[in-house]
């Protein structure tokens, strides 16, 4: 007897349908994914901009809040291991952040049906035309940061004892090379920051007008913030008011 192995034309019809909704399900949990980690990158931005502020107070005060980072959680963790908890954290969110954002750039260009011959101008902000370069230019300059900073591997001093000595040594003006890289790196972190906040915004949920004109006002104020705290060190070193 003949049996009909043919899949009902409902199912095939019903298969197509998930595949789609699928695909929109993990693209939406990537843009949380880049709206949660981006946050966390920001918080963590803020609270290093208020130490490097601390650099204003004198070498005492400075040195003794780096020490004091090493110390943190102590002696529930052994010293240095809260910072390299930190480290891992952020490492992750970083990863995480850039890994959703590819993967979403990636299908948004598959999605398009034709290729432009000629690409069409792009609407929307400055920010947002340029988030890729400047994440190129940000994730460079934290690799340079932390074999400078850091590890003191490529600092003219190098003495992790003297926190305020490299940093003082940091921006000298012979290495202007390394504040004007500095300047570049915050910049992009400006514009980065500014797109990256108000489209976490509504990633999270804010679709009203008057919430997008307050997103958008708020995305400015904090990202120039975070632009004047940072540029004020290396600025304040090359104009002899640290030294």
Request: glycine share 6%.
């Amino acid at each position: 007897m003949a049996v009909d192995t043919k899949v009902p034309q409902a199912a095939v019809a019903s298969k197509a349908a998930l595949a789609p909704s699928r695909k929109r399900t993990s693209s939406v949990l990537l843009k949380i994914i880049m709206a949660v980690t981006g946050i966390t990158l920001i918080l963590f931005l803020y609270l290093h901009m208020i130490g490097n502020l601390k650099i204003f107070f004198g070498a005492e005060a400075f040195d003794h809040y780096a020490h004091w980072l090493r110390s943190v959680a102590t002696p529930l963790l052994p010293r240095t291991w809260f910072l390299w908890i930190q480290r891992g954290g952020l490492t992750v969110a970083v990863i995480a952040h850039i890994a959703s954002a590819a993967i979403l750039a990636r299908r948004a260009r598959a999605a398009r049906p034709v290729k432009y011959v000629h690409r069409p101008k792009v609407q929307g902000s400055y920010a947002a035309r340029t988030m890729r370069w400047g994440g190129v230019i940000v994730l460079l300059f934290v690799i340079f940061h932390v074999l400078d900073l850091t590890t003191g591997t490529l600092n003219p001093v190098g003495d992790k004892q003297h926190p305020y000595a490299n940093v003082v040594a940091d921006f000298a003006l012979d290495r202007w090379y390394v504040t004007l890289f500095y300047t570049l790196a915050i910049v992009a972190v400006g514009f980065h920051l500014r797109h990256g906040i108000f489209s976490a915004a509504r990633t999270l949920g804010q679709q009203t007008a008057r919430g997008e004109r307050i997103a958008r006002a708020s995305a400015l104020v904090l990202s120039l913030v975070l632009v004047a705290g940072y540029l004020a060190v290396p600025l304040a070193v090359m104009t002899g008011l640290v030294d």
